[in-house]
């Protein structure tokens, strides 16, 4: 079965521009996450999609948004990026939403914002 | 409110010793519990979880941990160290009672296994 896929892998953008970042969960997967890794803050939980519905959100700005399709597939978008905003942006997939299931991680999207 | 507490930002062992990486939570309600290893590059990688019942679990590439309710505590072991086991390890707790998917994670700990 192949697992949580991201893409890109790498992305440079400049101040001020705007970014769409991709995930495709395992097959199967109802359930995506999206968390931001830096080294100052680790890992830090940004939203959960749950059959194309927002079930979570973490304490980040309007300016970080997501969504899920009909297919599991979820995407997350930064706008007016900001330099804090370079960071590893992981996605996670589980079978359903609920505390009780691990999630399976992707290998991260690193954004560079210059 | 959740949170967890990753107290060594760095655990040093030698290959074949025991080690030994530590993790407290605070939960609300009841928690569920999670040890993830991330690689370089790298996304995480799940090892084992504590849902109920016994409070030792065993997991993947011969770890586990140990649930401690009156400590809020759930260390994660292995009984001899390999040099691949070299990683950065995150702890993360999850609210039981919420039924919440928000995982909380600890800061991290990175093993250093020397040959």
């Known amino acids: 079965k192949a697992g949580v896929t991201q893409t890109p892998r790498y992305l440079i953008k400049t101040r001020g521009q705007q970014v769409t970042l991709s995930c495709s969960p395992i097959?199967?997967?109802?359930?995506v996450s999206w968390y931001q890794q830096t080294p100052g803050q680790g890992l830090q939980f940004l939203f959960e999609y749950f059959s194309e519905t927002q079930r979570n959100k973490g304490n980040f700005p309007g300016r970080f948004s997501g969504r899920q399709f009909s297919n599991s597939r979820s995407e997350m978008n930064v706008s007016t990026l900001e330099l804090g905003d370079s960071a590893l942006y992981l996605c996670a997939s589980s079978f359903r939403s609920g505390s009780i299931n691990e999630q399976f991680f992707g290998p991260g999207t690193r954004l560079t914002v210059l | 409110a959740q949170s967890v507490a990753q107290p060594e930002d760095q655990v040093n062992v030698a290959e074949g010793n025991p080690l030994t990486v530590k993790c407290t939570y605070s939960?609300?309600?009841?928690?569920?519990l999670f040890w993830y290893v991330q690689y370089p590059n790298r996304g995480l990688q799940f090892l084992l979880k504590?849902?109920?019942?016994?409070?030792l679990v065993k997991g993947s590439y011969g770890f586990e941990a140990e649930f401690n309710k009156s400590q809020t505590s759930f260390h994660l072991k292995k009984p001899s160290a390999l040099v691949s086991d070299s990683a950065l390890y995150f702890c993360?707790?999850?609210?039981?009672?919420?039924?919440?998917?928000?995982?909380?994670f600890g800061d991290g700990t990175t093993l250093t296994v020397k040959p």
């Open positions: 097959s199967g997967h109802r359930s």
């Open positions: 939960v609300s309600g009841n928690p569920y």
């Open positions: 504590y849902i109920t019942g016994d409070n």
């Open positions: 993360a707790v999850r609210d039981r009672d919420t039924n919440a998917g928000k995982s909380t």
